[in-house]
């Protein structure tokens, strides 16, 4: 019997994971958060001669900056998925770090320094600047262009509301803490009952994801051990397992209790 799991961030990224999923026996439903829109209608600032380096911490960045300008630089990403996206558009040499700010920081610091340029950083007209600030805290210089627009939800689709009435979703996977706080606010407007969350496992990328929440009646939260898709999956099918070891495990532990009866 497949497991049914609840598909949060935007669509393109959303069925691609679908994809993945499906070769293992798992049935996605989509209930994107937000929609990115790459506005060519936003203001473009060329990339300056005298920046060392793009600056990605999202995967969308590298699509909003190559609908924009044929110039390629060496590159600063996040993670996996953003440096797989810079490579496959031709950004070279692509430096990433392992999804953590505090690991990109690092990875900066190893590889390069604040006096050879600014860093060329394309992002969401509206964005954390936690990452852009620790590393103007440590001399870097960061041109933020707001690039695209990540523009929220704030409906289920009917059969989503349908299958979380009826108890046919088992596990809600959540890729940031803003679409996590979209789903709250979401679940409030369209009056879903707590009570249908709590058969849901609900699984987050990161501790801040996490604790957004935590609030909610999931019957259990598991947070990836690093933030990115391959330790979500990770923890998805480390559930997966014990959740299946249960199963196998149950019938004969209940005979024994028959046996002694």
């Known amino acids: ?153 704030t409906t289920l689709p009917h059969a989503v509301k349908d299958a979380l009435c009826h108890n046919a979703i088992d596990a809600v996977l959540f890729f940031s803490a803003r679409t996590a706080a979209l789903f709250k606010v979401t679940l409030a407007k369209e009056d879903i009952p707590a009570q249908w969350m709590t058969s849901l496992h609900a699984f987050a990328l990161n501790d801040s994801t996490a604790t957004i929440l935590r609030p909610l009646a999931f019957k259990a939260i598991h947070c990836a051990k690093r933030p990115t898709q391959h330790h979500m999956l990770e923890s998805l099918r480390a559930h997966l397992k014990q959740e299946t070891r249960h199963q196998c495990l149950t019938p004969r532990h209940q005979n024994a209790k028959e046996r002694e009866k």
């Open 1 to 153: 019997m497949p497991y049914h799991v609840l598909l949060t961030r935007p669509i393109e990224d959303s069925q691609h994971l679908a994809h993945i999923l499906a070769q293992e026996n798992i049935h996605s439903l989509h209930a994107p958060m937000m929609d990115i829109v790459f506005d060519p209608t936003l203001p473009f600032s060329s990339i300056p001669a005298t920046a060392q380096a793009c600056l990605f911490t999202s995967a969308y960045g590298v699509e909003a900056l190559i609908r924009r300008t044929k110039k390629r630089l060496p590159s600063l990403t996040i993670g996996p998925h953003s440096a797989h996206r810079a490579k496959r558009h031709g950004f070279t040499p692509v430096t990433s770090g392992d999804g953590r700010r505090t690991s990109l920081l690092q990875q900066a610091l190893r590889h390069m320094t604040p006096d050879a340029g600014s860093l060329y950083h394309p992002c969401a007209t509206v964005h954390a600047d936690k990452t852009t600030r620790m590393l103007t805290d440590y001399g870097f210089t960061i041109h933020s262009i707001p690039l695209y627009q990540a523009v929220p939800r």
